[in-house]
């Protein structure tokens, strides 16, 4: 039986995550045609907050990934 290949299920995660994105911007415009644009303002804002906490996860997480590596291979030329 083989295995299924990881390309494929990379795809099928991303239309899974686009699918629930959209869901979840249709559910928000439609709260927000009847709570009005008030209601917009917070959202863009907790949007934003997430965002760039997001934003700052990756690129700390990349940057201290690559200098916990630069320093392995220091200490292991030692």
Avoid: H
Wanted: hydrophobic share 55%; proline share 1%.
């Amino acid at each position: 039986m083989s295995t299924p290949n990881s390309g494929g299920r990379d795809v099928a995660t991303l239309v899974a995550l686009f699918g629930v994105i959209g869901s979840v911007g249709l559910v928000t415009g439609l709260v927000a045609m009847v709570l009005g644009s008030g209601f917009l303002l917070v959202v863009f804002l907790l949007v934003g907050m997430v965002g760039v906490a997001a934003l700052q996860y990756v690129i700390w997480g990349w940057k201290l990934d690559r200098d916990r590596i630069q320093d392995d291979n220091v200490n292991n030329n030692e």
